[in-house]
């Protein structure tokens, strides 16, 4: 292939990537009328006040439940992936760096785990909730997103390949504990991993949409993406909440974008883990 | 938790400080292991195990009455949930819709994440970088605001191509599922992606150095060494399509509101969640478990298979 095809394949997919998300930003900056009266995919004059008042009305329509659901995915997500990738990464980590009776064993269920799609799980997962009464509580959506066995799988992968056994041998004649030496030494040898863990974690749970729509009833406890989804099916009532929609769609992915640009660094070394071996 | 297999000289008294040191490690050893692994495990027997547990008891009962307004209680009902699974026709039929989804949807996008990745890979590409960020965007966008987003899109009052979506009825009943199709590559496309690029960057570049000597071209190295070396990277991506192409729900849930084209039971998820709404739980459990070991059985056959063919 020569460079111009290539170059050309390229930009041809950047725009299929790109357009969409441009849209939703050029949208974001119009009224309601405008949406079908100007020029798409582009601005108009006066798009900056209008992307305020948009703004303005996001958050502040039916008492700020936007701004909720907003925290409510963070503590999701940003609560849920870091418990839930220190978790992973201790299990990971003792699978792979000792030995012990029914090693393989807990690591084949694991596998097992990753194969077994987290929506299947969503039923029954409500059925035992409503036998405790907790369904409809943050916890329901909290609780079971802690749980990767991903995670122990790439957490296991890596740290059989990045932390050397005579480090930990070394660290043991120094008369450092295990525990210890995971976290202060293991963990920094395994960071890229953990990073990477952290972000698709978090990710999965962010995008989580089965567990809340079948947990939730309490739309203060919904994440922005079961919100947005209310929303969006209510507009054939109330039309007003077409442009709310679409703005809060843009404010909604700002959040991952931004985490995804910031920890590039460390996940782009981590990806690798999962597929190599 | 288990015992270890470390060697334990505990049955004897220590005779030199070296083996006290080391039956005292070998214990601190088997403590941290139990430590490490305790939370994840209840918490996978909790929320992985016991529900699945759960879920297959559920389907084994069934709801009785006495007479039409008598207290409902759960009674043993052997396979009749199941029987009543197998005699769905709504829910094969939307097995049927995911399955012809998957074949072509998931060789499409992991097609295109491997030329995407042998090209970032390759020395033909400018602004690698750019590339590398612009595809992979689309990840960040949760499935049910893709799915609102392309709604629009498609729609033809509002879509920026109106020239196209009034000739086109992407949310038709014979187009919506490939609407569907495009809006889950346009989101996972980039990850894919990402994974076989990664693991072509773990290839070392001698062997390229040594192909060239042999007068192998770019296309042939790309052919003959870089993909099969990737082979269990896309093995991989492959996997975790097939689970998230059984598992549809946020997409087509969505999507209901811009096309009546889409009915309760079009994905087989949707039919779980539609039963359980009735509520019919027993029977929703059912749905669920025949589901996951499907997806289960797939995507172990699967990995299975393609195995044997790379080593052999």
């Known amino acids: 292939m020569s460079r111009s095809a290539a170059m050309l394949v390229m930009g041809v997919f950047t725009l299929y990537f790109l357009t969409p998300i441009w849209w939703l930003l050029t949208t974001s900056t ?35 439940l936007f701004g ?11 609560v849920g992936a870091l418990i839930g990738t220190i978790v992973a990464a ?97 963990t920094r040898l395994m960071a890229p991993a953990l990073v990477t863990i952290f972000l ?5 749970i962010w995008n989580n949409f089965f567990l809340p729509l079948i947990m939730l009833r309490d739309q203060a406890l919904f994440p922005v993406t079961l ?28 959040p991952l974008i931004i985490a995804f640009l910031a920890l590039q660094r460390f996940w782009s070394s981590g990806l690798g883990a999962g597929g190599v071996k | 938790m288990q015992a270890m297999t470390v060697p334990s000289t505990s049955a004897e008294a220590p005779k030199a400080p070296q083996v006290a040191r080391k039956t005292r ?127 629009f899109l498609y729609s033809p009052s509002l879509s920026p191509f109106s020239a196209v979506t009034s000739n086109v009825e992407f949310l038709s009943a014979e187009l919506v599922l490939w609407a569907i199709a495009n809006i889950v590559t346009w989101v996972y496309v ?31 190295i790309a052919w003959r060494i870089k993909i099969p070396l990737v082979v269990p990277a896309i093995i991989l991506t492959a996997v975790f399509s097939i689970i998230g192409t059984l598992q549809l729900l946020a997409e087509p849930q969505t999507l209901r509101s811009f096309s009546s084209a889409i009915n309760s039971t079009f994905t087989p998820n949707l039919a779980v969640y539609t039963t359980a709404s009735v509520p019919n739980y027993n029977l929703a459990a059912a749905f669920s478990v025949v589901l996951a070991l499907a997806t289960f059985i797939l995507s172990f056959v699967f990995l299975k298979s393609t195995q044997r063919k790379v080593t052999q």
């Open chain 1, 30 to 64: 119009k009224t309601g009328g405008e949406i079908t009266s100007t020029v798409p995919l582009w601005f108009t004059a006066n798009s900056f006040g209008t992307f305020f008042d948009n703004l303005a009305r996001l958050f502040t329509y039916g008492d700020g």
């Open chain 1, 68 to 78: 909720r659901w907003l925290i409510n995915s963070a503590i999701y997500a940003g």
């Open chain 1, 90 to 186: 201790m299990c990971g980590y003792a699978l792979a760096k000792y030995e012990f009776k029914g090693r393989e064993a807990i690591f084949n269920i694991v596998l097992s785990g990753v194969l077994v799609p987290a929506t299947a799980l969503a039923l029954p997962l409500f059925l035992i909730f409503s036998q405790a009464n907790l369904t409809n509580t943050m916890w329901a959506v909290f609780l079971p997103s802690l749980v990767s066995p991903f995670g122990v799988y790439l957490a296991r992968i890596y740290a059989a390949a990045s932390v050397p056994g005579e480090l930990l041998e070394a660290a043991r004649l120094d008369g450092s504990g295990e525990i210890r030496t995971f976290f202060t030494v293991s």
């Open chain 1, 200 to 204: 698709f974690q978090f990710v999965a």
């Open chain 1, 227 to 254: 919100g947005l989804y209310a929303w969006n099916s209510q507009i054939s009532q109330i039309p007003e909440l077409r442009i709310l929609v679409i703005v809060g769609a843009l404010v909604s992915i700002v």
């Open chain 2, 25 to 151: 490690s070998a214990r601190a050893q088997r403590r941290a292991v139990a430590l490490f692994i305790a939370p994840f495990a209840v918490l996978f027997l909790a929320f992985y195990a016991i529900p699945i547990v759960y879920a297959v008891v559920q389907s084994l009962l069934t709801v009785e009455r006495e007479g039409t307004f008598g207290a409902p209680r759960q009674v043993f009902g052997g396979l009749v949930q199941y029987e009543q699974v197998f005699q769905d026709n709504a829910f094969w039929a939307s097995v049927g819709r995911v399955l012809l989804f998957g074949a072509v949807q998931v060789p499409i996008m992991l097609g295109l994440a491997l030329l995407f990745a042998l090209l970032l890979d390759s020395p033909l590409l400018k602004g690698k970088k750019f590339f590398r960020l612009a595809f992979f965007a689309p990840y960040a966008v949760p499935g049910v605001i893709a799915a609102i987003m392309w709604g």
């Open chain 2, 190 to 220: 980039g990850y894919n992606m990402l994974i076989i690029y990664a693991s072509l960057l773990a290839i070392p570049t001698e062997i390229y150095e040594a192909a060239r000597l042999d007068g192998a071209n770019n296309v042939q």
